[in-house]
């Protein structure tokens, strides 16, 4: 990590508030939770927005989260991982490659909405073909979960990666993927 805390191994991830910004934290950490308890988006348009912002990111937790396979680690049950059909992991490896091939034209439409959001904003606020195209494929509710989903995992997924706390991660699965 790029900060010193002390180890804590009980800890799924290090626990920064303990030592830095506790009510920012605590505020990060309601927000990340708040979107896996609360998107009505179906699980594979959410998980696919989620790993292109990981890949922009370079989150390796990020990379390596499976909502329905790791939710509950936040403490959670139910939430995003009862929308619809759960992601295989060819789903993921193709989306890690940026492989959108065997995506629906939601899911698709989704990614390149995360992957514009993430590297160019600007560009994505002023471009009304991509809008026209989005909102052919997803309601304004949907638009809306979507770019505050997005917007969760870019802010977190960079500090996490920028600070190194995502490669201080203790959740089995992931020291298992490492």
């Given amino acids: 990590m790029r900060v010193s805390i002390p180890s804590e191994p009980n800890q799924m991830f290090p626990n920064l508030g303990a030592h830095f910004a506790p009510e920012m934290i605590a505020a990060s ?3 990340s939770q708040a ?3 609360h998107s009505k988006l179906p699980l594979r348009i959410f998980e696919a927005a989620r790993i292109a912002t990981a890949v ?15 939710v509950s680690f936040m403490g959670l049950e139910g939430g995003v991982i009862r929308n619809g059909d759960v992601p295989d992991e060819a789903f993921y490896q193709a989306l890690l490659a940026n492989d959108l091939s065997a995506l629906t034209d939601r899911e698709r439409v989704s990614v390149q909405f995360a ?4 590297n160019d904003p600007q560009g994505l606020a002023a471009d009304e073909a991509f809008w026209a195209e989005v909102k052919t494929h997803l309601s304004d509710a949907e638009i809306v979960d ?3 989903c997005t917007a969760c995992w870019i802010g977190l997924g960079r500090v996490a990666h920028v600070l ?6 203790n959740i089995p699965t992931h020291k298992m993927a490492a």
């Fill in 164 to 169: 190194g706390t995502d490669t201080a991660c």
């Fill in 29 to 31: 950490g309601a927000y």
């Fill in 146 to 148: 979507l770019a505050y």
């Fill in 35 to 37: 979107t896996y308890k």
């Fill in 56 to 70: 922009i990111n370079g989150c390796t937790v990020c990379r390596n989260w499976r909502a329905e396979r790791d």
């Fill in 115 to 118: 992957q514009r959001m993430g």
